[in-house]
């Protein structure tokens, strides 16, 4: 049985961050959002028993309960609406807003 990745149709690759030493951290942004957002669906009594293990290519036990894939959809554009709206943001340019309220240029520069 394929991974959630796979099945989605996420294509999982290697990357590093940039700069010659590798603290360049451009992906230390899309790694924050990521843990946030896997805390948070791990946590969903939804997901309760669908845990398959955290590395690619893990094997289900066979006492893992599966998700149907649009009840996961519908959660994870829940999870991630939920994420995009939160107040009191920090980061450059948000000043305290959500990001769906920050302008739109403060993610301009990001790649």
Same mark, same amino acid.
């Not at 394929?2 to 796979?6: E, H, M, Q």
């Not at 149907?68 to 959809?73: K, N, P, T």
């Given at each position: 049985m394929? @991974?959630?990745?796979?099945f989605m149709g996420i294509r999982l690759h290697f990357a590093l961050p940039s700069g010659p030493d590798h603290s360049g951290g451009k992906s230390k942004i899309a790694e924050r959002v990521f843990a946030t957002l896997s805390r948070a669906l791990d946590g969903r009594p939804e997901f309760k028993g669908a845990y398959a293990g955290h590395k690619p290519g893990a094997r289900a036990a066979g006492s893992v309960r599966p998700v %149907? /894939? +649009? %009840? +996961?959809?519908r959660i994870i554009d829940r999870e991630v609406r939920r994420y995009n709206g939160k107040t @009191? /943001?920090?980061s450059q340019g948000a000043n305290g807003r959500s990001y769906e309220l920050a302008p739109p240029s403060i993610f301009s520069d990001r790649k």
């Open positions: 394929p @991974g959630i990745c796979k %149907e /894939r +649009a %009840e +996961a959809l @009191g /943001r920090r």
